[in-house]
């Protein structure tokens, strides 16, 4: 079946660092891939999303692009700040005769110090 | 508009009893997802329904079950709780109108099962 991995955590940066989460997955066909970001005591939340291969999905400077030959969907942002805290998924969903699901990866935790 | 609302937002139990959490979509959503998130791991998709009818169900044992109402409201109940189920639940809604895979989720249900 389909899946996500991503690179465990926790990563920890020091403010204005640069940021890279790996996301890798294994799919049947062409999934639209995500990132979202839960923070403390909250519901995940959409980040960015790709449709399709080659798209580059961009978000309060977080960005991520599509590679289809590489299985890919890598998180980055030049800068980060303290406020981007937060545990991180990788996301692919499915959507056919059994029905809409999406796959999160194990989640990436994040801590930016001052 | 108003969130996705889930109630309530803790819940103590002991082993052996069952639990009911409920889920308020955005309105206007008629797909609610539910997810079971432990930090071992990670989101583990339990199933999905839309239009009051189940459309995907994730590995879990029949302790688990679910239902949507006319309204779109969920419930999901979960029988014969185990140590294992101490968990927090999300759920998610989404605008099937759109072929929209964007989700929306709650701030979820924290269970603690002693």
């Known amino acids: 079946g389909n899946s996500v991995t991503q690179m465990e955590g926790p990563v920890t940066l020091s403010e204005e660092a640069f940021l890279t989460i790996n996301c890798t997955y294994t799919a049947t066909g062409y999934p639209s891939l995500f990132w979202y970001v839960q923070y403390p005591g909250e519901g995940l939340q959409l980040l960015l999303k790709a449709t399709k291969a080659d798209d580059k999905g961009s978000n309060k400077g977080f960005e991520a692009t599509y590679r289809k030959e590489t299985t890919s969907f890598h998180l980055e942002k030049g800068s980060v700040q303290v406020s981007d805290s937060a545990v991180y998924f990788c996301a692919l969903s499915e959507d056919g005769t059994g029905g809409f699901k999406t796959i999160f990866g194990a989640g990436t935790r994040l801590f930016v110090k001052a | 508009k108003a969130g996705v609302t889930q109630t309530p937002r803790y819940l103590i139990k002991t082993r052996g009893q069952q639990v009911t959490l409920s889920c308020s979509p955005i309105s206007g959503h008629r797909s609610v997802s539910w997810y079971q998130q432990t930090p071992g791991q990670g989101l583990q998709f339990l199933f999905e329904y839309f239009s009051e009818t189940q459309r995907n169900k994730g590995n879990f044992p029949g302790r688990f079950s679910g239902r949507q109402f006319s309204n779109s409201r969920s419930e999901m109940n979960v029988s014969t709780l185990e140590l294992g189920d101490s968990a927090l639940y999300l759920c998610?809604?989404?605008?099937?109108?759109?072929?929209?895979?964007?989700?929306?989720f709650g701030s979820g249900t924290q269970l603690s099962v002693l």
């Open positions: 998610a809604s989404r605008d099937t109108g759109k072929g929209n895979e964007k989700l929306f």
